[in-house]
């Protein structure tokens, strides 16, 4: 095996078993750890922020059914919970996530970056996305300071808009 991937692998070990053991068993939830040819190899516990009592966001902007033009306005909405920054550990709070054209991913683990997964981890509350014409699902899904949804999970409806030429 390559020597600067077993070095990176360890350290990405190291550092969530430090993030686990900052906090209090009840606050953490079990994710996978996939060792470096693939094999999962060991369960470690990341953090997991309680979702405030009626916390819940929302798409302000396009509204389910709509009919919109490329590039797409999305305006998100939150009540209940404070929206910052990502690395931002203040209580009841989190950040977006856009989902797009997927379901939800492993709420236990870090939400992935990718075009299905549109990270909002400055605190933004709207965004301009490019969009293909056709129909889209869109939802949205807070994280937390680490990119891990909360428990429960703070999810959207799920939205269908169509994207016209």
Known sequence: MNRPIRLASAITVMTFGAIACSKAPDEAAVVDATSVDGDASAKLALPRSAAP???RVYF???VDGASVTSPVTVVFGADDIAVVPAGDTTANSGHHH???NTGLPDVTQPIPKDAQHV???MGQTDATIELPPG???LQMLLGDYLHIPHEPPITSD???ITVTE
Request: no cysteine.
């Open 135 to 137: 129909t889209h699902t």
């Open 119 to 121: 990270h909002f981890g």
């Open 98 to 100: 856009l989902l797009i």
């Open 53 to 55: 009592e009626g916390a």
């Open 60 to 62: 302000v902007e396009p």
């Open 158 to 160: 799920v939205i269908t």
